[in-house]
Protein backbone atom coordinates (compact mmCIF):
# COMPACT_ATOMS: atom_id res chain seq x y z
CA UNK A 1 0.00 0.00 0.00
CA UNK A 2 1.16 3.22 -1.09
CA UNK A 3 2.58 5.32 2.46
CA UNK A 4 1.57 9.08 2.09
CA UNK A 5 4.31 11.16 2.89
CA UNK A 6 3.55 14.03 6.31
CA UNK A 7 3.78 17.74 5.24
CA UNK A 8 6.92 18.42 7.04
CA UNK A 9 8.95 16.05 4.52
CA UNK A 10 7.16 17.35 1.79
CA UNK A 11 8.13 20.90 2.44
CA UNK A 12 11.63 20.20 3.66
CA UNK A 13 12.64 17.63 0.50
CA UNK A 14 10.75 20.50 -1.52
CA UNK A 15 12.55 23.46 -0.77
CA UNK A 16 16.08 21.49 -0.29
CA UNK A 17 15.23 20.36 -3.80
CA UNK A 18 14.46 23.87 -5.24
CA UNK A 19 17.42 25.74 -3.53
CA UNK A 20 19.73 22.57 -4.38
CA UNK A 21 18.70 23.14 -8.48
CA UNK A 22 18.58 26.40 -7.78
CA UNK A 23 22.37 27.00 -6.62
CA UNK A 24 23.64 24.18 -9.07
CA UNK A 25 22.16 25.84 -11.96
CA UNK A 26 23.71 29.31 -10.88
CA UNK A 27 26.98 27.46 -10.23
CA UNK A 28 26.83 25.62 -14.09
CA UNK A 29 25.86 29.29 -15.55
CA UNK A 30 28.47 31.15 -13.74
CA UNK A 31 31.06 27.79 -14.56
CA UNK A 32 29.75 28.46 -18.70
CA UNK A 33 30.03 32.25 -18.32
CA UNK A 34 33.41 32.17 -16.96
CA UNK A 35 34.75 30.17 -19.63
CA UNK A 36 32.94 31.41 -22.29
CA UNK A 37 35.09 34.22 -21.34
CA UNK A 38 38.02 32.68 -21.02
CA UNK A 39 38.16 31.49 -24.21
CA UNK A 40 36.95 34.59 -25.93
CA UNK A 41 39.59 36.23 -23.80
CA UNK A 42 42.42 34.53 -25.09
CA UNK A 43 40.77 34.33 -28.46
CA UNK A 44 41.01 37.90 -28.48
CA UNK A 45 44.67 37.88 -26.88
CA UNK A 46 45.46 35.57 -29.94
CA UNK A 47 44.06 37.58 -32.42
CA UNK A 48 45.99 40.43 -31.56
CA UNK A 49 49.02 39.01 -31.31
CA UNK A 50 48.57 37.59 -34.75
CA UNK A 51 47.59 41.09 -36.40
CA UNK A 52 50.75 42.72 -34.17
CA UNK A 53 53.10 39.96 -36.55
CA UNK A 54 50.49 40.03 -39.98
CA UNK A 55 53.07 43.44 -41.78
CA UNK A 56 55.71 41.67 -40.88
CA UNK A 57 54.90 38.30 -42.07
CA UNK A 58 53.43 39.59 -45.02
CA UNK A 59 56.53 41.40 -46.26
CA UNK A 60 58.33 37.94 -45.60
CA UNK A 61 56.18 36.11 -47.58
CA UNK A 62 56.25 38.65 -50.53
CA UNK A 63 59.85 38.78 -50.70
CA UNK A 64 59.71 34.80 -49.76
CA UNK A 65 62.35 34.90 -47.02
CA UNK A 66 60.71 31.68 -44.91
CA UNK A 67 64.16 31.03 -43.64
CA UNK A 68 64.11 34.35 -41.80
CA UNK A 69 60.47 34.06 -41.18
CA UNK A 70 60.71 30.42 -39.77
CA UNK A 71 63.46 32.21 -37.41
CA UNK A 72 61.42 34.93 -36.70
CA UNK A 73 58.21 33.22 -35.10
CA UNK A 74 60.14 30.79 -33.61
CA UNK A 75 61.66 32.93 -31.17
CA UNK A 76 58.42 35.09 -30.74
CA UNK A 77 56.73 32.18 -30.04
CA UNK A 78 59.45 31.18 -27.37
CA UNK A 79 59.09 34.65 -26.05
CA UNK A 80 55.55 35.16 -25.44
CA UNK A 81 54.48 31.07 -24.82
CA UNK A 82 52.55 31.09 -28.49
CA UNK A 83 52.61 28.75 -31.32
CA UNK A 84 52.90 30.37 -34.26
CA UNK A 85 52.11 28.67 -37.74
CA UNK A 86 52.24 30.49 -41.26
CA UNK A 87 49.66 28.58 -43.44
CA UNK A 88 49.67 29.11 -47.41
CA UNK A 89 46.59 29.54 -49.04
CA UNK A 90 46.48 26.04 -50.40
CA UNK A 91 46.58 24.97 -46.98
CA UNK A 92 50.64 24.06 -46.92
CA UNK A 93 52.35 24.92 -43.53
CA UNK A 94 55.08 27.48 -44.43
CA UNK A 95 56.24 28.11 -41.40
CA UNK A 96 56.23 27.00 -37.19
CA UNK A 97 57.51 28.12 -34.37
CA UNK A 98 57.10 24.58 -32.14
CA UNK A 99 57.45 22.19 -34.35
CA UNK A 100 59.50 21.94 -38.35
CA UNK A 101 56.71 23.12 -40.99
CA UNK A 102 57.80 20.19 -43.29
CA UNK A 103 56.94 17.20 -41.09
CA UNK A 104 53.27 19.27 -40.47
CA UNK A 105 50.07 18.08 -42.61
CA UNK A 106 47.95 20.29 -44.87
CA UNK A 107 46.31 23.19 -42.31
CA UNK A 108 43.80 23.98 -44.78
CA UNK A 109 41.15 22.03 -43.27
CA UNK A 110 41.55 23.89 -39.68
CA UNK A 111 38.03 25.28 -38.68
CA UNK A 112 39.88 28.54 -37.78
CA UNK A 113 41.53 28.45 -40.98
CA UNK A 114 38.71 27.98 -42.75
CA UNK A 115 36.45 30.72 -40.55
CA UNK A 116 39.35 32.95 -41.42
CA UNK A 117 39.10 32.77 -45.29
CA UNK A 118 35.47 32.85 -45.08
CA UNK A 119 35.36 36.05 -42.53
CA UNK A 120 38.84 37.27 -42.60
CA UNK A 121 39.47 35.88 -39.16
CA UNK A 122 38.47 32.76 -37.22
CA UNK A 123 39.05 30.75 -34.03
CA UNK A 124 38.30 27.11 -32.24
CA UNK A 125 39.72 25.06 -29.51
CA UNK A 126 40.09 21.26 -29.65
CA UNK A 127 43.21 18.63 -28.90
CA UNK A 128 45.82 19.04 -30.28
CA UNK A 129 47.28 14.99 -30.79
CA UNK A 130 50.73 16.90 -32.19
CA UNK A 131 51.15 18.83 -28.81
CA UNK A 132 49.10 16.16 -26.83
CA UNK A 133 46.92 18.74 -25.25
CA UNK A 134 43.97 21.43 -25.71
CA UNK A 135 44.40 24.36 -27.78
CA UNK A 136 43.00 27.66 -28.43
CA UNK A 137 43.16 28.69 -31.93
CA UNK A 138 42.90 32.00 -33.73
CA UNK A 139 43.65 32.90 -37.53
CA UNK A 140 43.65 35.82 -39.70
CA UNK A 141 44.61 36.58 -43.57
CA UNK A 142 47.56 37.58 -45.08
CA UNK A 143 47.17 39.61 -48.12
CA UNK A 144 49.48 41.69 -49.81
CA UNK A 145 49.06 45.54 -50.66
CA UNK A 146 47.32 44.61 -53.57
CA UNK A 147 45.26 42.83 -51.59
CA UNK A 148 45.85 38.97 -52.72
CA UNK A 149 45.88 36.49 -50.08
CA UNK A 150 49.16 35.27 -49.07
CA UNK A 151 48.27 32.93 -46.19
CA UNK A 152 47.35 32.54 -42.85
CA UNK A 153 48.56 33.66 -39.23
CA UNK A 154 47.55 30.86 -37.00
CA UNK A 155 48.27 31.95 -33.16
CA UNK A 156 47.64 29.40 -30.11
CA UNK A 157 47.93 29.04 -26.90
CA UNK A 158 47.04 25.74 -24.26
CA UNK A 159 44.09 25.79 -22.19
CA UNK A 160 45.67 23.43 -19.43
CA UNK A 161 45.82 26.37 -17.18
CA UNK A 162 41.89 27.23 -18.03
CA UNK A 163 41.53 23.54 -17.43
CA UNK A 164 43.42 24.14 -13.93
CA UNK A 165 41.69 27.52 -13.33
CA UNK A 166 38.26 25.60 -13.85
CA UNK A 167 39.33 22.42 -11.67
CA UNK A 168 40.25 25.40 -9.08
CA UNK A 169 37.36 26.94 -9.01
CA UNK A 170 34.64 24.02 -9.25
CA UNK A 171 36.13 22.30 -6.33
CA UNK A 172 35.73 25.78 -4.22
CA UNK A 173 32.30 26.13 -6.05
CA UNK A 174 31.54 22.18 -5.00
CA UNK A 175 32.54 22.81 -1.28
CA UNK A 176 30.95 26.51 -1.34
CA UNK A 177 27.66 24.14 -2.98
CA UNK A 178 28.02 21.81 -0.08
CA UNK A 179 27.90 24.46 2.76
CA UNK A 180 25.16 26.34 1.01
CA UNK A 181 23.24 23.23 1.26
CA UNK A 182 23.62 22.06 4.67
CA UNK A 183 22.56 25.46 5.08
CA UNK A 184 19.63 25.65 3.24
CA UNK A 185 18.43 22.17 4.80
CA UNK A 186 19.26 23.81 8.23
CA UNK A 187 16.35 26.97 7.81
CA UNK A 188 14.34 24.36 5.35
CA UNK A 189 14.03 21.98 8.42
CA UNK A 190 13.41 25.46 10.77
CA UNK A 191 11.10 26.46 8.42
CA UNK A 192 9.34 23.42 7.50
CA UNK A 193 9.19 22.61 11.49
CA UNK A 194 7.69 26.31 12.04
CA UNK A 195 5.27 25.83 9.16
CA UNK A 196 4.08 22.49 10.20
CA UNK A 197 4.22 22.92 14.42
CA UNK A 198 0.24 24.73 13.58
CA UNK A 199 -0.96 22.27 11.37
CA UNK A 200 0.34 19.73 14.34
CA UNK A 201 -1.36 21.33 16.53
CA UNK A 202 -4.45 21.78 14.80
CA UNK A 203 -4.20 17.91 13.80
CA UNK A 204 -4.37 17.17 17.83
CA UNK A 205 -6.89 19.50 18.46
CA UNK A 206 -9.32 17.67 15.87
CA UNK A 207 -7.98 14.08 16.97
CA UNK A 208 -9.63 15.57 20.48
CA UNK A 209 -12.72 17.27 18.97
CA UNK A 210 -13.02 13.40 17.41
CA UNK A 211 -12.94 11.88 20.58
CA UNK A 212 -15.22 14.09 21.95
CA UNK A 213 -13.43 16.26 23.81
CA UNK A 214 -14.88 19.55 22.40
CA UNK A 215 -14.00 21.91 25.08
CA UNK A 216 -10.46 22.33 24.01
CA UNK A 217 -9.78 25.23 22.59
CA UNK A 218 -7.00 25.66 19.37
CA UNK A 219 -4.34 28.67 19.67
CA UNK A 220 -2.11 28.64 16.79
CA UNK A 221 0.28 31.61 16.14
CA UNK A 222 0.89 30.71 12.39
CA UNK A 223 0.06 32.97 9.65
CA UNK A 224 -3.48 34.34 9.21
CA UNK A 225 -4.64 31.54 7.08
CA UNK A 226 -3.82 28.85 9.71
CA UNK A 227 -5.54 30.77 12.63
CA UNK A 228 -8.22 31.43 10.03
CA UNK A 229 -8.37 27.33 10.23
CA UNK A 230 -8.23 27.34 13.90
CA UNK A 231 -10.54 29.97 14.22
CA UNK A 232 -12.96 27.90 12.21
CA UNK A 233 -12.15 24.55 13.98
CA UNK A 234 -12.99 26.52 17.53
CA UNK A 235 -16.25 28.07 15.90
CA UNK A 236 -16.99 24.30 14.63
CA UNK A 237 -16.05 22.56 18.12
CA UNK A 238 -18.70 25.18 20.00
CA UNK A 239 -21.40 24.27 17.09
CA UNK A 240 -21.06 20.83 17.17
CA UNK A 241 -20.84 20.55 21.32
CA UNK A 242 -24.33 22.47 21.14
CA UNK A 243 -26.13 20.15 18.46
CA UNK A 244 -24.53 16.97 20.45
CA UNK A 245 -26.29 18.78 23.66
CA UNK A 246 -29.34 19.81 21.69
CA UNK A 247 -29.59 16.18 19.81
CA UNK A 248 -28.83 14.32 23.43
CA UNK A 249 -31.28 16.36 25.13
CA UNK A 250 -33.76 15.58 22.56
CA UNK A 251 -32.91 11.58 22.72
CA UNK A 252 -33.66 11.83 26.29
CA UNK A 253 -36.53 13.22 25.97
CA UNK A 254 -37.60 11.11 23.61
CA UNK A 255 -36.47 7.51 25.65
CA UNK A 256 -37.95 8.99 28.56
CA UNK A 257 -41.30 9.12 27.11
CA UNK A 258 -40.69 5.72 24.97
CA UNK A 259 -39.98 4.60 28.77
CA UNK A 260 -42.85 5.89 30.55
CA UNK A 261 -45.21 5.06 27.18
CA UNK A 262 -47.88 2.44 28.92
CA UNK A 263 -47.95 1.35 25.12
CA UNK A 264 -45.31 -1.19 23.38
CA UNK A 265 -42.69 0.46 21.25
CA UNK A 266 -40.75 -1.62 18.89
CA UNK A 267 -39.07 -0.53 15.60
CA UNK A 268 -37.63 -2.36 12.85
CA UNK A 269 -35.24 -1.92 9.85
CA UNK A 270 -36.25 -2.43 6.32
CA UNK A 271 -35.12 -6.45 6.86
CA UNK A 272 -37.38 -6.85 10.01
CA UNK A 273 -34.36 -6.87 12.29
CA UNK A 274 -35.45 -5.14 15.71
CA UNK A 275 -33.28 -1.38 16.26
CA UNK A 276 -35.43 -0.44 19.38
CA UNK A 277 -37.94 -1.72 21.96
CA UNK A 278 -39.16 0.05 25.02
CA UNK A 279 -39.57 -1.63 28.60
CA UNK A 280 -43.15 -1.80 28.05
CA UNK A 281 -42.96 -3.90 25.36
CA UNK A 282 -39.84 -5.92 26.68
CA UNK A 283 -42.48 -6.36 29.74
CA UNK A 284 -45.22 -7.59 27.21
CA UNK A 285 -43.20 -10.29 24.84
CA UNK A 286 -40.96 -11.41 28.41
CA UNK A 287 -37.76 -9.86 26.73
CA UNK A 288 -34.18 -9.75 28.34
CA UNK A 289 -33.33 -6.24 29.30
CA UNK A 290 -29.93 -7.06 27.31
CA UNK A 291 -31.02 -8.19 24.73
CA UNK A 292 -29.35 -8.20 21.51
CA UNK A 293 -30.11 -5.13 18.91
CA UNK A 294 -30.07 -6.44 15.47
CA UNK A 295 -31.94 -9.68 15.98
CA UNK A 296 -34.42 -10.40 13.10
CA UNK A 297 -38.15 -10.11 14.96
CA UNK A 298 -38.86 -13.71 14.44
CA UNK A 299 -35.97 -14.53 16.95
CA UNK A 300 -36.81 -12.50 19.47
CA UNK A 301 -40.99 -12.62 19.20
CA UNK A 302 -42.70 -15.65 18.02
CA UNK A 303 -45.89 -14.40 16.68
CA UNK A 304 -47.19 -15.38 13.28
CA UNK A 305 -49.83 -12.56 13.53
CA UNK A 306 -47.29 -9.48 14.37
CA UNK A 307 -44.87 -10.71 12.15
CA UNK A 308 -47.60 -11.00 9.42
CA UNK A 309 -48.49 -7.56 10.36
CA UNK A 310 -44.92 -5.70 10.21
CA UNK A 311 -44.28 -7.56 6.84
CA UNK A 312 -47.68 -5.56 6.03
CA UNK A 313 -46.55 -2.39 7.50
CA UNK A 314 -43.11 -2.46 5.51
CA UNK A 315 -45.37 -2.41 2.26
CA UNK A 316 -48.24 -0.43 2.64
CA UNK A 317 -48.48 3.14 2.36
CA UNK A 318 -50.67 4.06 4.92
CA UNK A 319 -50.06 3.27 8.28
CA UNK A 320 -52.13 0.35 9.24
CA UNK A 321 -53.99 -0.96 12.86
CA UNK A 322 -55.11 -4.88 13.57
CA UNK A 323 -56.52 -5.81 16.58
CA UNK A 324 -54.15 -8.94 17.73
CA UNK A 325 -54.08 -11.74 19.89
CA UNK A 326 -51.26 -12.61 22.00
CA UNK A 327 -50.69 -15.67 24.53
CA UNK A 328 -48.18 -14.53 26.96
CA UNK A 329 -49.20 -15.69 30.59
CA UNK A 330 -53.07 -16.09 29.34
CA UNK A 331 -54.96 -14.62 25.95
CA UNK A 332 -53.52 -10.23 25.83
CA UNK A 333 -56.00 -8.35 23.17
CA UNK A 334 -53.62 -6.38 21.63
CA UNK A 335 -54.37 -2.97 19.14
CA UNK A 336 -51.24 -2.90 17.32
CA UNK A 337 -50.58 0.49 14.87
CA UNK A 338 -47.67 0.40 12.23
CA UNK A 339 -46.32 3.30 10.02
CA UNK A 340 -43.30 2.83 7.80
CA UNK A 341 -40.49 5.15 8.58
CA UNK A 342 -38.96 6.79 5.17
CA UNK A 343 -35.75 8.64 4.48
CA UNK A 344 -35.58 11.92 2.97
CA UNK A 345 -34.92 10.65 -0.39
CA UNK A 346 -38.58 8.49 0.59
CA UNK A 347 -36.74 5.10 0.73
CA UNK A 348 -38.01 2.53 3.45
CA UNK A 349 -35.90 2.44 6.08
CA UNK A 350 -37.80 0.69 8.28
CA UNK A 351 -41.20 0.37 10.41
CA UNK A 352 -42.42 1.57 13.72
CA UNK A 353 -45.27 -0.21 15.64
CA UNK A 354 -47.34 0.85 18.89
CA UNK A 355 -48.63 -1.92 20.80
CA UNK A 356 -51.60 -1.43 23.44
CA UNK A 357 -52.55 -3.76 25.61
CA UNK A 358 -56.52 -3.23 26.22
CA UNK A 359 -56.75 -6.97 27.68
CA UNK A 360 -58.09 -5.59 31.07
CA UNK A 361 -60.49 -3.06 29.08
CA UNK A 362 -61.66 -5.21 27.04
CA UNK A 363 -62.27 -7.67 29.95
CA UNK A 364 -63.97 -5.27 31.97
CA UNK A 365 -66.13 -4.45 29.33
CA UNK A 366 -66.69 -8.27 28.69
CA UNK A 367 -67.82 -8.40 32.27
CA UNK A 368 -69.88 -5.16 32.09
CA UNK A 369 -71.77 -6.45 29.57
CA UNK A 370 -72.17 -9.91 31.27
CA UNK A 371 -72.61 -7.83 34.21
CA UNK A 372 -75.72 -5.43 32.22
CA UNK A 373 -77.03 -8.97 31.04
CA UNK A 374 -77.19 -10.36 34.48
CA UNK A 375 -78.26 -7.91 36.47
CA UNK A 376 -81.37 -7.41 34.15
CA UNK A 377 -82.00 -10.82 34.09
CA UNK A 378 -81.46 -10.82 37.89
CA UNK A 379 -84.38 -7.92 38.27
CA UNK A 380 -85.75 -9.27 35.54
CA UNK A 381 -86.98 -12.22 37.09
CA UNK A 382 -88.71 -11.35 40.65
CA UNK A 383 -90.39 -8.18 39.07
CA UNK A 384 -91.76 -10.85 36.22
CA UNK A 385 -93.12 -13.30 38.89
CA UNK A 386 -94.48 -10.79 40.68
CA UNK A 387 -95.70 -9.15 37.98
CA UNK A 388 -97.47 -12.76 36.85
CA UNK A 389 -98.36 -13.19 40.51
CA UNK A 390 -100.17 -9.73 40.68
CA UNK A 391 -102.16 -10.39 37.46
CA UNK A 392 -103.31 -13.71 38.59
CA UNK A 393 -104.87 -12.03 41.88
CA UNK A 394 -106.16 -9.46 40.32
CA UNK A 395 -108.12 -11.57 36.81
CA UNK A 396 -108.92 -14.64 38.58
CA UNK A 397 -111.56 -13.55 41.11
CA UNK A 398 -112.43 -17.31 42.07
CA UNK A 399 -109.04 -17.70 43.79
CA UNK A 400 -109.95 -19.45 47.65
CA UNK A 401 -108.18 -17.96 50.21
CA UNK A 402 -105.07 -20.50 50.86
CA UNK A 403 -104.48 -20.20 47.19
CA UNK A 404 -104.64 -16.52 47.20
CA UNK A 405 -101.82 -16.46 50.60
CA UNK A 406 -100.05 -18.74 48.46
CA UNK A 407 -99.71 -16.32 45.63
CA UNK A 408 -99.24 -13.56 48.10
CA UNK A 409 -96.02 -15.26 50.11
CA UNK A 410 -94.49 -15.75 46.74
CA UNK A 411 -94.76 -11.83 45.92
CA UNK A 412 -93.51 -11.41 49.29
CA UNK A 413 -90.78 -13.90 48.57
CA UNK A 414 -89.43 -12.45 45.64
CA UNK A 415 -89.85 -8.76 46.69
CA UNK A 416 -87.50 -9.65 49.16
CA UNK A 417 -85.43 -11.34 46.67
CA UNK A 418 -85.36 -7.74 44.65
CA UNK A 419 -84.82 -5.96 48.00
CA UNK A 420 -81.89 -7.96 48.43
CA UNK A 421 -80.42 -7.57 44.91
CA UNK A 422 -80.89 -4.01 45.30
CA UNK A 423 -79.63 -3.56 48.73
CA UNK A 424 -76.30 -5.54 47.67
CA UNK A 425 -75.73 -3.49 44.45
CA UNK A 426 -75.89 -0.31 46.84
CA UNK A 427 -73.65 -2.34 49.65
CA UNK A 428 -71.32 -3.00 46.59
CA UNK A 429 -71.30 0.47 45.45
CA UNK A 430 -70.76 2.10 48.53
CA UNK A 431 -67.62 0.01 49.02
CA UNK A 432 -66.12 0.94 45.54
CA UNK A 433 -66.19 4.73 46.66
CA UNK A 434 -64.03 3.58 49.59
CA UNK A 435 -60.42 3.62 49.18
CA UNK A 436 -58.08 2.12 51.59
CA UNK A 437 -57.36 5.81 52.85
CA UNK A 438 -61.10 6.79 53.30
CA UNK A 439 -62.28 3.43 55.21
CA UNK A 440 -62.58 4.76 58.64
CA UNK A 441 -60.25 1.48 60.52
CA UNK A 442 -58.97 0.69 64.27
CA UNK A 443 -57.39 -2.68 65.83
CA UNK A 444 -59.50 -4.98 66.34
CA UNK A 445 -59.28 -8.43 67.81
CA UNK A 446 -60.16 -11.07 65.02
CA UNK A 447 -60.66 -13.50 67.17
CA UNK A 448 -64.05 -11.64 68.96
CA UNK A 449 -65.18 -10.59 64.99
CA UNK A 450 -65.62 -14.02 63.91
CA UNK A 451 -67.46 -15.06 66.82
CA UNK A 452 -69.94 -12.27 65.68
CA UNK A 453 -70.08 -13.21 62.01
CA UNK A 454 -70.23 -17.02 63.39
CA UNK A 455 -73.28 -15.89 65.78
CA UNK A 456 -74.77 -14.27 63.12
CA UNK A 457 -74.58 -17.05 60.08
CA UNK A 458 -75.86 -19.92 62.58
CA UNK A 459 -78.69 -17.48 63.65
CA UNK A 460 -79.82 -17.16 59.88
CA UNK A 461 -79.44 -21.17 59.67
CA UNK A 462 -80.39 -22.92 62.49
CA UNK A 463 -81.48 -26.11 60.72
CA UNK A 464 -78.21 -26.61 59.55
CA UNK A 465 -76.51 -29.33 60.79
CA UNK A 466 -73.05 -27.75 60.25
CA UNK A 467 -70.71 -26.55 62.33
CA UNK A 468 -68.23 -23.53 62.51
CA UNK A 469 -65.18 -23.73 64.33
CA UNK A 470 -63.03 -20.74 65.66
CA UNK A 471 -59.56 -21.37 65.43
CA UNK A 472 -58.29 -17.75 65.19
CA UNK A 473 -55.88 -16.78 68.09
CA UNK A 474 -57.04 -14.61 70.62
CA UNK A 475 -53.76 -12.01 70.60
CA UNK A 476 -54.36 -11.50 66.72
CA UNK A 477 -55.58 -7.91 65.92
CA UNK A 478 -55.57 -6.18 62.74
CA UNK A 479 -56.79 -2.49 61.86
CA UNK A 480 -60.00 -3.09 60.42
CA UNK A 481 -63.46 -1.31 60.02
CA UNK A 482 -65.57 -4.05 62.06
CA UNK A 483 -69.15 -4.07 61.02
CA UNK A 484 -67.55 -3.98 56.76
CA UNK A 485 -65.24 -6.67 57.68
CA UNK A 486 -67.79 -9.01 59.34
CA UNK A 487 -70.26 -8.38 56.67
CA UNK A 488 -67.06 -10.04 54.63
CA UNK A 489 -66.71 -12.60 56.64
CA UNK A 490 -70.89 -13.73 57.15
CA UNK A 491 -70.46 -14.12 53.48
CA UNK A 492 -67.42 -16.27 53.05
CA UNK A 493 -68.97 -18.45 56.17
CA UNK A 494 -72.88 -18.63 54.65
CA UNK A 495 -71.26 -19.45 51.14
CA UNK A 496 -69.60 -22.45 53.13
CA UNK A 497 -72.19 -23.73 54.85
CA UNK A 498 -74.96 -23.64 52.39
CA UNK A 499 -71.80 -25.60 50.13
CA UNK A 500 -70.72 -28.43 52.85
CA UNK A 501 -71.75 -31.71 53.35
CA UNK A 502 -73.95 -32.53 56.26
CA UNK A 503 -71.81 -33.03 59.60
CA UNK A 504 -68.42 -31.26 58.14
CA UNK A 505 -67.07 -28.38 60.23
CA UNK A 506 -66.26 -25.17 58.38
CA UNK A 507 -62.92 -23.95 60.21
CA UNK A 508 -61.89 -20.52 60.42
CA UNK A 509 -58.08 -20.05 61.38
CA UNK A 510 -55.37 -17.19 60.77
CA UNK A 511 -51.80 -15.97 61.90
CA UNK A 512 -49.30 -14.22 60.57
CA UNK A 513 -46.56 -14.65 57.67
CA UNK A 514 -44.43 -12.14 56.60
CA UNK A 515 -45.36 -9.35 58.71
CA UNK A 516 -49.32 -9.93 57.09
CA UNK A 517 -52.27 -10.96 58.56
CA UNK A 518 -53.79 -14.60 57.39
CA UNK A 519 -57.75 -15.30 57.84
CA UNK A 520 -58.85 -18.43 56.03
CA UNK A 521 -62.10 -19.67 55.68
CA UNK A 522 -62.35 -23.62 54.50
CA UNK A 523 -65.18 -26.00 53.83
CA UNK A 524 -65.01 -29.09 53.03
CA UNK A 525 -67.87 -29.65 50.44
CA UNK A 526 -68.47 -29.96 47.00
CA UNK A 527 -66.06 -27.62 46.14
CA UNK A 528 -65.35 -25.46 43.01
CA UNK A 529 -64.63 -26.65 39.05
CA UNK A 530 -61.27 -24.94 38.04
CA UNK A 531 -62.57 -23.14 35.20
CA UNK A 532 -64.64 -21.13 37.77
CA UNK A 533 -62.22 -20.08 39.51
CA UNK A 534 -60.81 -16.94 38.03
CA UNK A 535 -64.04 -15.76 37.84
CA UNK A 536 -65.76 -16.43 41.10
CA UNK A 537 -65.38 -12.55 42.37
CA UNK A 538 -67.18 -11.36 39.51
CA UNK A 539 -70.81 -9.83 40.14
CA UNK A 540 -73.82 -11.99 39.50
CA UNK A 541 -71.38 -15.17 38.70
CA UNK A 542 -72.55 -18.28 39.82
CA UNK A 543 -70.89 -21.73 39.55
CA UNK A 544 -74.10 -23.68 39.76
CA UNK A 545 -77.28 -20.78 38.95
CA UNK A 546 -80.07 -22.87 40.11
CA UNK A 547 -79.43 -24.04 42.93
CA UNK A 548 -77.90 -20.43 44.43
CA UNK A 549 -81.39 -18.82 42.94
CA UNK A 550 -83.42 -21.36 45.03
CA UNK A 551 -81.48 -20.82 47.88
CA UNK A 552 -81.59 -17.13 48.02
CA UNK A 553 -78.22 -15.56 46.46
CA UNK A 554 -77.64 -12.72 44.84
CA UNK A 555 -74.85 -13.13 43.08
CA UNK A 556 -73.46 -10.54 44.29
CA UNK A 557 -71.69 -11.64 47.85
CA UNK A 558 -68.32 -12.69 46.72
CA UNK A 559 -67.86 -9.57 44.69
CA UNK A 560 -68.96 -7.91 48.55
CA UNK A 561 -66.24 -9.93 50.00
CA UNK A 562 -63.43 -8.53 47.20
CA UNK A 563 -64.09 -4.96 47.67
CA UNK A 564 -64.37 -4.89 51.13
CA UNK A 565 -60.71 -6.87 51.70
CA UNK A 566 -59.61 -4.58 48.72
CA UNK A 567 -60.56 -1.32 51.05
CA UNK A 568 -58.71 -2.69 53.47
CA UNK A 569 -55.37 -2.62 51.30
CA UNK A 570 -55.41 -6.85 51.28
CA UNK A 571 -55.81 -9.67 48.80
CA UNK A 572 -58.34 -12.29 48.60
CA UNK A 573 -57.49 -15.62 47.23
CA UNK A 574 -59.40 -18.94 46.71
CA UNK A 575 -58.76 -22.91 46.56
CA UNK A 576 -60.80 -25.73 45.39
CA UNK A 577 -60.82 -29.31 44.22
CA UNK A 578 -64.35 -30.90 43.55
CA UNK A 579 -65.84 -32.96 46.28
CA UNK A 580 -63.04 -31.83 48.44
CA UNK A 581 -63.69 -28.30 49.39
CA UNK A 582 -62.96 -24.82 48.88
CA UNK A 583 -60.23 -22.42 50.52
CA UNK A 584 -60.79 -18.71 50.98
CA UNK A 585 -57.71 -16.95 52.16
CA UNK A 586 -57.15 -13.24 53.08
CA UNK A 587 -54.16 -11.50 53.65
CA UNK A 588 -54.39 -7.92 55.34
CA UNK A 589 -51.68 -5.63 56.32
CA UNK A 590 -50.87 -4.81 59.93
Known sequence: MYKRKSIFWQLFTSHLVLVGFSVLAVVWIALSIFQQFYYSNTADNLTVRSRLLAGQLSRMIQQEKYTEMDRMITSMGKETGTRITIVLPDGRVAGDSHEDAAKLENHGDRPEVISAGKQGIGSSHRYSYSLKQYMMYTAIVLRGEDGVLQGFVRTSLPLNGLQQALLAMNKKILLGVFFIIILTAAISFWVSQRMIKPLVTIKQGAEKYAAGDLEHKLYTDGSEEIKSLADTLNMMAVQLKQRIESSEHQRQEQAAILTGMTEGVLAVD?????????????????????????????????????????????????????????????????????????????????????????????????????????????????????????????????????????????????????????????????????????????????????????????????DTQVSINNSISKEMQAGLNQPL??????????????????????????????????????????????????????????????????????????????????????????????????????????
Open 270 to 462: GRENVVYMNSSAKQLFEVEPNWDVGKKIQEIIRDPSLHAFIALTLVSEESTTAELKFYKNGEKMMRVTGAKIKAANNTVNGAIIVLNDFTQLHRLETIRREFVSNVSHELKTPITLIQGFVETLLDDKQLTRDETQKFLKKIEKHSHRLNAIIEDLLDLSRIEQLGFDKLEKKKTGVFEMVENSIQTCMSAYR
Open 485 to 590: FEQALFNLLENAVKYSNSKTPVVVKGGREKKKNIIEVRDFGCGIAGEHLPRIFERFYRVDKSRSRDEGGTGLGLAIVKHIVQAHGGEIAVESTLEKGTCFRITLPE
